[in-house]
């Protein structure tokens, strides 16, 4: 009984033998508990992948943060702050129907581990917890069940990646970024959009 592969991946995998393969990976390298090198590469992380679906809408965005904003709070299970956005919702929207979610850590050298996350997602709107960290609007908390390495072979190195200068500060300002200030947006950000005039 596999843990990570349902039917569609076993299909394919035994149409193009590839089943040992897997098998092995799974039994060798998944796991369900963060190892330490796992907690160090998180919580040092700008950025992450996050992949959500609900009722046919698949979406993958780019989360980030300065390094830290991704905390692991348990043996498997992690959290971070959802910062201002473009009030779509098209992540969170999908968490609120749907809480299965897929994490990607990629570093930008090339070379160090990589790492896939599955879980359970869940917003978490505790206004004390929130207001702990500057730039905060809410926090996604992530029961995690599946954690295994991601393959280097393609990876590119990309170099030193700078921080967002939109990051948020200290007291949780951050500059706005050009998009707010476009007429037809402006007049209809959400009441309580910082970038409101």
């Given at each position: 009984?596999?843990?990570?592969?349902?039917?569609g991946n076993r299909a394919l995998q035994d149409r193009f033998d590839g089943r040992r393969v897997a098998?092995?990976?799974?039994?060798?390298?998944?796991?369900?508990?963060?190892?330490?090198?796992?907690?160090?590469?998180?919580?040092?992380?700008?950025?992450?992948?996050?992949?959500?679906?609900?009722?046919?809408?698949?979406?993958?965005?780019?989360?980030?943060?300065?390094?830290?904003?991704?905390?692991?709070?348990?043996?498997?299970?992690?959290?971070?702050?959802?910062?201002?956005?473009?009030?779509?919702?098209?992540?969170?929207?999908?968490?609120?129907?749907?809480?299965?979610?897929?994490?990607?850590?990629?570093?930008?050298?090339?070379?160090?581990?990589?790492?896939?996350?599955?879980?359970?997602?869940?917003?978490?709107?505790?206004?004390?917890?929130?207001?702990?960290?500057?730039?905060?609007?809410?926090?996604?908390?992530?029961?995690?069940?599946?954690?295994?390495?991601?393959?280097?072979?393609?990876?590119?190195?990309?170099?030193?990646?700078?921080?967002?200068?939109?990051?948020?500060?200290?007291?949780?300002?951050?500059?706005?970024?050009?998009?707010?200030?476009?007429?037809?947006?402006?007049?209809?950000?959400?009441?309580?959009?910082?970038?409101?005039?």
């Amino acid at each position: 009984m596999s843990r990570l592969f349902h039917a569609g991946n076993r299909a394919l995998q035994d149409r193009f033998d590839g089943r040992r393969v897997a098998d092995a990976l799974e039994a060798r390298r998944r796991v369900a508990g963060f190892l330490p090198e796992h907690v160090a590469m998180i919580e040092a992380a700008p950025f992450f992948f996050l992949a959500t679906a609900a009722e046919g809408a698949v979406d993958c965005s780019f989360k980030g943060g300065p390094p830290g904003f991704v905390r692991v709070t348990g043996p498997a299970e992690l959290e971070w702050p959802d910062y201002d956005g473009n009030s779509m919702y098209l992540s969170l929207g999908n968490i609120a129907v749907s809480p299965s979610i897929g994490m990607l850590f990629l570093p930008t050298d090339g070379r160090s581990l990589r790492l896939r996350l599955r879980g359970q997602a869940a917003l978490v709107e505790d206004a004390a917890r929130i207001a702990a960290i500057p730039g905060a609007r809410r926090l996604v908390r992530v029961a995690v069940t599946d954690i295994f390495p991601n393959c280097p072979r393609y990876m590119p190195g990309f170099g030193q990646a700078t921080p967002s200068p939109y990051l948020p500060g200290p007291d949780g300002s951050a500059p706005a970024p050009e998009w707010k200030g476009r007429d037809y947006i402006r007049p209809l950000l959400p009441k309580d959009d910082p970038h409101r005039s």
